[in-house]
């Protein structure tokens, strides 16, 4: 089965940026997604489309995906951004997730 | 606003049966492909199953094949998942989310939470 991996924690300063990355085999050639999840809440949808926004999301968030790897970019990294990161895709008719960034903003 | 409202989650023992309901308003439900993700208490989330807009397509993990059953009522706005033959591992938060047409989950329920244990 498909399978997409992440790293299980980044760390980074207020005021960087913020690179998390999203790995599977071919995934350039699909459409990659991310969502947030902030502790208690349900996820929130990102990006889309490797590197759309949707309405509401922060200029901050931006995405790409080439190759086998997609990447969230969080540029000017604040203390609200602090959260899980899950990017999805799909494969044969099914949905697959990555098994989620913890983001430390610290 | 899209609003996704999910029920009927508890306590169940192993082997037991659930049903899970997800009340949907603000947008054309019968317009859009829908679906329930899971999330084991600590753990990243998990696809379980998607349904078609005219519920004529239904996919499922593999990890439920065989166990639960998507279905969906247009006229009332409203989507199910019939859950058997439960498991610990299905011990999980199960959210209800619209699925748009670029294959990504626009919307969230609150989620509703799933205990299986004796």
């Known amino acids: 089965s498909y399978e997409l991996t992440q790293p299980p924690s980044v760390s980074v300063s207020p005021g960087q940026t913020a690179s998390i990355t999203c790995s599977g085999d071919?995934?350039?050639?699909?459409?990659a997604c991310w969502y947030q999840q902030k502790a208690g809440q349900s996820p929130v949808l990102i990006i889309h489309?490797?590197?759309k926004r949707p309405s509401g999301i922060p200029e901050r968030f931006s995405g790409s995906n080439s190759g086998n790897t997609a990447t969230l970019t969080i540029s000017g990294t604040q203390a609200m951004d602090e959260a899980d990161y899950y990017c999805?895709?799909?494969?044969?008719?099914?949905?697959?997730f990555g098994g989620g960034t913890k983001l430390t903003v610290l | 606003q899209v609003q996704l409202v999910e029920s009927g989650g508890g306590l169940v023992k192993p082997g037991g049966s659930l049903r899970l309901s997800c009340a949907a308003s603000g947008f054309t439900f019968s317009d859009y492909y829908m679906s329930w993700i899971r999330q084991a208490p600590g753990k990243g989330l998990e696809w379980v199953s998607y349904i078609s807009s005219s519920g004529s397509t239904i996919y499922y993990a593999d990890s439920v094949k065989g166990r639960f059953t998507l279905s969906r009522d247009n006229a009332k706005n409203s989507l199910y998942l019939q859950m058997n033959s439960l498991r610990a591992e299905d011990t999980a938060v199960y959210y209800c989310?619209?699925?748009?047409?670029?294959?990504?989950?626009?919307?969230w329920g609150q989620g509703t939470l799933v205990t299986v244990s004796s």
């Open positions: 999805q895709a799909w494969d044969s008719s099914t949905v697959v």
């Open positions: 989310a619209r699925r748009t047409g670029a294959g990504n989950f626009d919307s």
């Open positions: 489309q490797d590197s």
């Open positions: 071919k995934l350039g050639d699909k459409f």
